[in-house]
């Protein structure tokens, strides 16, 4: 290979470095540019402004913000001066423009204002009712005195009171080679912290417990008990007024006769509607 052959190469290598050290710096200097760009956000400018389904009036009210309360904005649709807002709950929203003032703020600014990330804030503001699907395992005396663990699935639906107050219903399933186990019953569950993401809970109830043994079952044998239920556990929020539930429950188990202790221990999904 000829010397000016060489250096032809070494131009060509030379101005190729050169660009792609060129296109470096403009990508990162574009993504900053990006990352600090200024993001929109509505602060609500009335005592109260409604927040519907669809930018009209026609559509339902989903929410309710409060005078100074600020809201992300996620674009502009539909006719008039409507709004499509983020909610604290990662749900959309549209608000009328006149009931709100725009402003944008950079994201690291003293006091700059946060859009909803993957937790949320508890749906349980503005929610009636509720339904929670839970699974775990039921540890529970049988006939010869000792505990044994089965498999058990819970449906519970909730009636919101009051944010910090539920009364809820529940029914649950543990079923075993030898037969079901059916637990029915209702109760109030006390939310400690119902505007943090994660909300710890505090629950007592009552209700009954009917054991079913299968026809040719030698371990288990049919009663039917009356259940005092007290336990807790938390709440973690996720967009879309979705919760995800962990519980842990002490069950007491009693008749005429006698009464014994049973445990639930389970973890599920639960909506706030």
Known sequence: MGAEMRRGLARIFLAAVLSLSSFAIVSTASSEARAEDPEAFARVVVDSA???SGPGISYRVISTAQ???TLAIDGRQGTGFWLR???PDGRTAYALGDE???FAV????PEAPSRPGFFATPPLQGAHAGLAIVGGILDIPIRDGSKRAFG????RPSIVIHPTVTLDGFIADALTADGSQILYGGGATI???PNWAVCPFLGIGAGGIM???NSDSFVLQREDLYLARAGGGFLMALRGRILVRFEATNLTLFNAESFKNAQTYSGGFGVYF
């Open 100 to 102: 709100m003032q725009v």
């Open 211 to 213: 054991i079913r043994p």
């Open 152 to 155: 058990y699935l819970e449906a």
């Open 85 to 87: 807002v983020v909610l």
């Open 191 to 193: 939310n400690f912290a």
């Open 106 to 109: 950079r994201p690291g600014e």
């Open 67 to 69: 005078r100074g309360e």
């Open 50 to 52: 409604d927040l519907r």
